[in-house]
């Protein structure tokens, strides 16, 4: 059975791989913050269980029903992970969640923004790259999508299943067949058994695409 629908995989399986190879940099500039004649102390706060729950309520926000119980659950979220990016300022995880959801809501510019920050913390993280592409991937962005994604491969993504899987995808959707090919099968070696891969790498395989002249000038 042949592979369906580029671009699409289980949520929950993109999210639990990718935050597995999350390490957090618990750096803290201080753990206080100013608003006014104020200063709020953050630093007695765990980072650990606000990142948690978090999470948590990230991924509720994702499976919720409907609208009113994905907007609270969202919201929610926005709470743990602001916090999260106080007490550890100087950590590119929050401002990415916060990014994340800013984009499931339609928020443009307040995504871009976040994963802005997330940016000028650490510009080659992969876990802030690859789901920069995913915001690009959404907005129809290809080329730029390739970029991020490869960033994230290349730094620290190399063995990471999904990583892989939406190169192949991209590949493909572009047209670069002996790419596709190539990231399919690395996909495959990794695990062999999260995909029906065999029959995509099989078929890409019969077009026997190496021999087309057409193939080769629309890659030159």
Not at 87 to 104: C, F, G, L
Not at 130 to 152: C, P, S
Request: aromatic letters at 18%; charged letters at 25%; a neutral charge.
């Amino acid at each position: 059975m042949h592979c369906k629908n580029l671009f699409v995989i289980s949520f929950p399986l993109v999210f639990m791989i990718l935050l597995c190879q999350y390490p957090p940099s618990f750096a803290s500039d201080s753990g206080y913050s100013r608003y006014g004649n104020f200063v709020v102390d953050y630093s007695m706060l765990s980072g650990e269980k606000l990142r948690r729950e978090g999470d948590e309520y990230f991924v509720k926000g994702y499976d919720s029903p409907t609208k009113g119980e994905q907007d609270n659950n969202y919201q929610t979220a926005m709470q743990k992970y602001y916090m999260l990016s106080k007490v550890y300022p100087a950590d590119y995880y929050a401002y990415v969640q916060m990014a994340r959801i800013n984009d499931e809501k339609g928020n443009d510019i307040l995504a871009k923004n976040y994963y802005n920050k997330a940016f000028n913390l650490d510009k080659r993280n992969p876990y802030t790259n690859f789901y920069f592409a995913e915001y690009n991937i959404k907005r129809g962005r290809f080329h730029k999508a390739l970029k991020y994604y490869l960033t994230a491969y290349n730094n620290g993504y190399k063995n990471n299943y999904v990583t892989n899987l939406k190169l192949a995808e991209l590949y493909e959707k572009l047209g670069d067949m002996e790419k596709a090919q190539n990231f399919y099968e690395a996909s495959y070696k990794i695990d062999p058994a999260a995909g029906n891969l065999i029959d995509k790498i099989e078929s890409i395989k019969a077009l026997d695409y190496e021999n087309h002249e057409y193939y080769h000038r629309i890659r030159e």
